[in-house]
């Protein structure tokens, strides 16, 4: 499922501004104030010329071209990934990147997943009764790395999400989960958790429940649904992400 793309090793902010300050001391010696002009209005020729000096290749160039048709197919948006930053992939298990682009909610997504596969969900504005996310796509958009799995992660199955994360730092959200299932079904033609559900970790209801997504096979559709957030199910848990602020 999705390209396993490596990470690595990734300099540290401390690093990069020192090189920055460094280019710049030195740019400031051989640029005059018109060549400094020009360049500021052709970043794009700046940035492939960057690339040249440094021999810089973006290893997720493939996965942010393949999210900005995603998004074109089935929303119609014309987005940019390219200066999204990508958080360190972890080592262990198989991860998959995607990317949330600006301005996209439930509603949006729900109201696509209907025109391709029947779908259920427990409160008719998502948006308005799920107020409260981890993350959030009004002010940018961002990319996560999430576990590359059919179902949710084994090592939390039968935990509720106050034993695991109680503080919304390990699981998606409810949109990232939608999303992941949108994309999943677009490659495949089959749906996530059909034995469990997925528990949103990373999103609170209204009233303080955590939504969930799964497969139902007795009204086969996918689902929203509430949970307790001390509730449990053998077959049901978090499903991990790993953001710039985990």
Not at 71 to 97: A, M, N, Q
Not at 101 to 115: A, F, P, Q
Not at 176 to 200: A, P, Q, S, W
């Amino acid at each position: 499922m999705g390209n396993m793309e490596q990470n690595p090793k990734s300099p540290s902010f401390r690093q990069l501004g020192t090189l920055a300050g460094f280019i710049t001391d030195f740019l400031s010696t051989i640029l005059n104030f018109d060549q400094v002009k020009y360049w500021l209005g052709q970043k794009d020729e700046l940035k492939k010329k960057l690339r040249e000096v440094f021999s810089i290749v973006d290893e997720y160039t493939s996965t942010r071209e393949e999210w900005t048709e995603f998004y074109k197919t089935h929303f119609g948006w014309t987005t940019d990934f390219s200066r999204v930053l990508i958080p360190p992939r972890p080592t262990e298990c198989f991860w998959r990147l995607i990317f949330i682009t600006k301005g996209i909610t439930c509603n949006k997504v729900y109201e696509v997943w209907t025109k391709l596969f029947k779908s259920w969900k427990c409160t008719n504005d998502l948006d308005k009764d799920v107020p409260i996310n981890v993350r959030i796509s009004s002010d940018d958009s961002y990319a996560i790395w999430v576990r590359d799995r059919k179902e949710p992660d084994a090592e939390f199955l039968g935990k509720s999400t106050q034993e695991v994360d109680s503080e919304m730092k390990r699981g998606v959200t409810l949109l990232e989960r939608m999303l992941l299932e949108l994309k999943y079904f677009d490659e495949t033609g089959e749906h996530l958790d059909v034995k469990g559900i997925t528990f949103c970790s990373g999103s609170r209801s209204s009233a303080g429940c955590v939504p969930g997504v799964c497969w139902d096979p007795d009204d086969r559709d996918v689902s929203v649904v509430w949970g307790d957030v001390s509730g449990s199910h053998s077959g049901c848990g978090v499903r991990q992400a790993v953001s710039l602020n985990s």
